[in-house]
């Protein structure tokens, strides 16, 4: 018999969520993300190859990459071929190599070889979708955007902080709801929280910092 569907918790309450983001910061004042960079240009082309990868394999990949091709012409004149070369233990790296190629060549087309600022302009180079230009507003400009991605997702449907049943309907509803001065970080306490305590099949409950204002129904318990 398969088990019961555990249900959406209802939306929580301005002051728990009030709450959670104190207690994300107390524990965590100055959270970042886990992609190695060493310039928005490389920022950019990690997070687009961490799409259904690990930041840890994205990294490994790209440590050889950046050291020789840290911008638009570089990696143009550096090639497909080697670009794939580097990437191959990312997954869907033969496309991820070619979107890689392509962006720099727009950028040096389009934006004189620099990353733009602006939502539109980053969801117009090839290989980038909303979540990555979040990432990289977020990340290489300050820029208070929320990317939703697998951990976040399931964060905000478990805890009740935002339920929704798109990524989209998650990132407008923290927006909404998250108050303004936990916005700029919001999106790392949240990813790293699912990434490493409010995991999939078996979230860490006793070692959760916002347990107690949690909607989950199926919290764990200490062994």
């Given at each position: 018999?398969?088990?019961?569907?555990?249900?959406?918790?209802?939306?929580?309450?301005?002051?728990?969520?009030?709450?959670?983001?104190?207690?994300?910061?107390?524990?965590?004042?100055?959270?970042?993300?886990?992609?190695?960079?060493?310039?928005?240009?490389?920022?950019?082309?990690?997070?687009?190859?961490?799409?259904?990868?690990?930041?840890?394999?994205?990294?490994?990949?790209?440590?050889?990459?950046?050291?020789?091709?840290?911008?638009?012409?570089?990696?143009?004149?550096?090639?497909?071929?080697?670009?794939?070369?580097?990437?191959?233990?990312?997954?869907?790296?033969?496309?991820?190599?070619?979107?890689?190629?392509?962006?720099?060549?727009?950028?040096?087309?389009?934006?004189?070889g620099q990353?733009?600022?602006?939502?539109?302009?980053?969801?117009?180079?090839?290989?980038?979708?909303?979540?990555?230009?979040?990432?990289?507003?977020?990340?290489?400009?300050?820029?208070?955007?929320?990317?939703?991605?697998?951990?976040?997702?399931?964060?905000?449907?478990?805890?009740?902080?935002?339920?929704?049943?798109?990524?989209?309907?998650?990132?407008?509803?923290?927006?909404?709801?998250?108050?303004?001065?936990?916005?700029?970080?919001?999106?790392?306490?949240?990813?790293?929280?699912?990434?490493?305590?409010?995991?999939?099949?078996?979230?860490?409950?006793?070692?959760c910092v916002?347990?107690?204002?949690?909607?989950?129904?199926?919290?764990?318990?200490?062994?």
């Amino acid at each position: 018999m398969a088990a019961p569907r555990t249900r959406t918790p209802r939306s929580l309450p301005r002051a728990d969520i009030e709450a959670i983001f104190s207690a994300f910061e107390a524990a965590n004042p100055h959270p970042e993300g886990e992609l190695d960079y060493v310039n928005l240009f490389t920022l950019l082309v990690a997070v687009v190859l961490s799409a259904q990868a690990t930041d840890v394999g994205v990294n490994k990949a790209t440590k050889g990459l950046f050291a020789i091709a840290d911008t638009p012409d570089k990696m143009v004149a550096l090639g497909l071929e080697a670009i794939t070369d580097h990437i191959r233990t990312i997954g869907l790296y033969r496309n991820k190599a070619r979107n890689v190629l392509a962006l720099s060549e727009k950028l040096i087309a389009e934006h004189a070889g620099q990353v733009p600022d602006s939502r539109e302009a980053l969801e117009a180079l090839p290989g980038v979708g909303r979540k990555t230009a979040n990432v990289v507003l977020n990340i290489g400009f300050g820029q208070p955007a929320i990317a939703v991605d697998t951990h976040l997702f399931r964060v905000s449907n478990r805890t009740g902080l935002a339920p929704g049943t798109t990524p989209l309907a998650v990132e407008k509803g923290l927006e909404q709801k998250i108050p303004a001065r936990y916005l700029l970080h919001a999106h790392h306490w949240l990813i790293l929280h699912g990434r490493y305590v409010c995991k999939a099949r078996k979230p860490d409950c006793p070692s959760c910092v916002i347990a107690q204002w949690c909607r989950y129904s199926a919290k764990t318990t200490a062994s």
